[in-house]
């Protein structure tokens, strides 16, 4: 089930919504392998009708596993928005799409999650990693070109800079 809401319901005054969106239903699961979502999102949000717009408050949680940028561990982190709050307008170039009366925010909700994704997960602020030289910016170009034994050729390519 996507996340909409029937504007009719939102006349006598502001909504309560309360649910979980799916993995799928958010499009997440081929985002980026250093972090995958592994449950569904929750949310409990608000919603109201405004003269401008729909205004939407509430709380977005989700858990993601994350593969640790330095150590290549595995490890969970929890993404919380505790105050995420919008103005769909109804009017301009950014205006809410509305079909049957209903708005998708579905797509709203994907976008600041994907904002809020770590770009660079660390299981924790000490990890030292499998070596103290990893390239500027510490991300090593891994993926596809890893070898059977879990190293890293990119790795190894870049000690040899070194
Ligand atoms: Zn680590």
């Known amino acids: ?3 909409t809401v029937n504007l009719h319901h939102l ?3 502001p909504l309560h919504l309360q649910g979980e969106l799916s993995v799928s239903e958010l499009e997440l699961a081929d985002l980026d392998e250093m972090v995958r979502p592994a449950k569904p999102l929750r949310y409990d949000l608000e919603l109201a009708r405004q003269e401008h717009g729909l205004l939407v408050q509430g709380r977005l949680e989700m858990s993601v596993e994350c593969e640790c940028v330095r150590c290549l561990k595995s490890f969970e982190l929890r993404l919380e928005l505790a105050d ?3 103005l ?3 009017e301009g170039e950014d ?3 509305v079909s049957n009366d209903c708005v998708d925010l579905t797509p709203y909700v ?3 999650i994907v904002l809020a994704l770590p770009q660079h997960p660390l299981c924790g602020p000490e ?3 499998l070596s103290a030289r990893l390239p500027a910016g510490g991300r090593p170009s891994c993926g596809a070109s890893q070898t ?3 190293s890293c050729a990119w790795a190894e390519l870049n000690k040899l800079k070194f």
């Open 1 to 3: 089930m996507r996340l």
């Open 127 to 129: 990890c030292s990693g």
């Open 11 to 13: 006349e006598k005054g």
């Open 110 to 112: 994907r976008e600041d």
């Open 88 to 90: 769909l307008p109804w």
């Open 84 to 86: 995420w709050s919008g």
């Open 148 to 150: 059977p034994d879990g």
């Open 95 to 97: 205006k809410v799409l």
